[in-house]
């Protein structure tokens, strides 16, 4: 281990004893306990490093349920982690092609070799990072059909050869603390796809050779580069959008090129299409302004990714409003979607866009907190808040994602800004 790991305290009998002693990490006791702890005689590195794990030992439970507590972990390697109900679905891709053998490379924190390895496939997982393969051998223990290496992808492979009968998987590291680290604390991330370790053009010389090979990537990676010759899924967990991965060979799905897997806690919904990126379906006609009414959907980021909007309007016989922008209605009488693939929101009204004209309305009805929704228009939403409600400090807000209203109750509006043609429109809306 490196002499400033962070790990090597913890794994030695009287690190590992202690890391499992503590309580749920409390950030307000972290303090006092980090004083109690030191006074017990513990080394101060020590308790560091165990302090540290708890505390993302807390974190990992969103990804690893109750897993993450017998875990290790490092912070950039958590960023990555595959969360257990997405591992879990790409372990049954592998031994639903009738793979029995699965080399993880660039295994992180070992999450996916972990669903592998729970359904009974031998799995060999690799990475290059000394902290990031320790971590992954205390957290695959339990599991005598994983082996642990600490090498390259590239290295593996060159050893390995071309092993028939054998599947791969890759996540190439996308991020770099040479580069610096991020607003998220995290090491800095890595957008262009040659930059990766190992690069997309390893992965794709390796799908050349005809091998089952999985990757999974950033869900921003663009359409043009995306290889020609593989299915790419784009994955949602409770409404974010967390990967693509494009499958290739016989982990590929015949006459599927882009799909969309919508998970949410009571359902796993997919939409598919064979057409290319370029081929995808275009809308057959678009309503326009005037067709802003009933009910406005707004569908899952995955299926936004994937290019399947019209697919999905047609699927639940909504019309698009404008090919450009990832909205559709259905009729005002409609039920709202019995799918976790869109969320829906009743119009109650609209008007063209303008500070001005929401600052009025904002004063003739009263309003006094607002969340506000936009697409396809330069509007950044805490200004806009500030400009219409006096007095009222925005908060921030993503660029496609809703901020949080300030109150409920009958003073709160929803409001929807999008481009619709050369118009920009304000829709006031009901969520349902």
């Given at each position: 281990m490196p002499e400033t790991s962070?790990?090597?305290?913890?794994?030695?009998?009287?690190?590992?004893?202690?890391?499992?002693?503590?309580?749920?990490?409390?950030?307000?006791?972290?303090?006092?306990?980090?004083?109690?702890?030191?006074?017990?005689?513990?080394?101060?590195?020590?308790?560091?490093a165990a302090l540290t794990q708890s505390r993302l030992r807390r974190d990992a439970a969103q990804k690893f349920g109750d897993f993450a507590a017998r875990m290790l972990f490092t912070p950039d390697g958590l960023q990555q982690a595959t969360r257990l109900p997405v591992a879990a679905a790409?372990?049954?891709?592998?031994?639903d092609a009738g793979l029995t053998h699965v080399a993880d490379l660039g295994c992180g924190l070992g999450g996916d070799s972990l669903a592998l390895a729970s359904l009974g496939l031998q799995v060999i997982a690799v990475d290059a990072d000394e902290d990031t393969a320790a971590a992954?051998?205390?957290?695959?223990?339990?599991?005598?059909?994983?082996?642990?290496?600490h090498t390259t992808a590239e290295a593996f492979v060159a050893e390995l050869g071309e092993p028939q009968g054998w599947g791969l998987w890759l996540d190439p590291a996308r991020r770099d603390a040479a580069r610096g680290h991020g607003a998220?604390?995290?090491?800095?991330r890595i957008w262009d796809p040659e930059s990766f370790s190992p690069p997309?053009?390893?992965?794709?010389?390796?799908?050349?050779?005809?091998?089952?090979?999985g990757v999974k990537l950033g869900p921003g990676i663009p359409h043009d580069l995306i290889p020609a010759d593989c299915e790419a899924e784009w994955?949602?967990?409770?409404?974010?959008?967390?990967?693509?991965?494009?499958?290739?060979?016989?982990?590929?799905?015949?006459?599927?090129?882009?799909?969309?897997?919508?998970?949410?806690?009571?359902?796993?919904?997919?939409?598919?299409?064979?057409?290319?990126?370029?081929?995808?379906?275009?809308p057959d006609g678009t309503l326009g302004?005037?067709?802003?009414?009933?009910?406005?959907?707004?569908?899952?980021?995955?299926?936004?990714r994937a290019g399947l909007v019209a697919d999905l309007a047609e699927r639940l016989g909504g019309r698009m409003l404008d090919e450009h922008i990832a909205y559709f209605v259905l009729p005002a009488d409609s039920a709202p979607p019995a799918t976790a693939a869109v969320r829906c929101h009743r119009v109650l009204e609209t008007f063209p866009y303008s500070v001005k004209r929401l600052r009025s309305w904002v004063q003739e009805q009263g309003v006094t907190s607002v969340e506000i929704k936009k697409r396809g228009v330069d509007v950044v939403p805490e200004t806009l808040r500030r400009q219409i409600l006096p007095g009222k400090k925005g908060r921030k807000a993503g660029s496609m994602k809703a901020d949080s209203p300030t109150?409920?109750?009958?003073?709160?509006?929803?409001?929807?800004?999008?481009?619709?043609?050369?118009?920009?429109?304000?829709?006031?809306?009901?969520?349902?």
């Open positions: 962070a790990l090597a305290p913890l794994l030695t009998p009287q690190g590992w004893e202690l890391v499992n002693s503590l309580p749920p990490y409390d950030p307000d006791d972290a303090a006092r306990l980090n004083q109690e702890l030191r006074r017990a005689g513990h080394p101060p590195e020590l308790v560091a790409h372990a049954r891709r592998f031994r992954a051998t205390m957290n695959l223990t339990p599991f005598p059909e994983a082996q642990v290496r998220d604390g995290g090491a800095r997309l053009s390893f992965v794709t010389a390796l799908a050349a050779t005809g091998l089952p090979l994955i949602s967990v409770d409404g974010q959008v967390v990967e693509v991965v494009l499958w290739f060979n016989a982990l590929a799905r015949p006459g599927v090129r882009r799909a969309a897997t919508v998970m949410s806690p009571s359902s796993v919904e997919e939409l598919t299409s064979g057409a290319d990126f370029e081929q995808h379906r275009s302004p005037e067709g802003l009414a009933g009910l406005l959907c707004e569908p899952d980021g995955a299926v936004i109150t409920d109750g009958p003073q709160h509006r929803t409001l929807v800004i999008t481009r619709l043609g050369d118009q920009r429109i304000v829709a006031v809306v009901e969520p349902l």
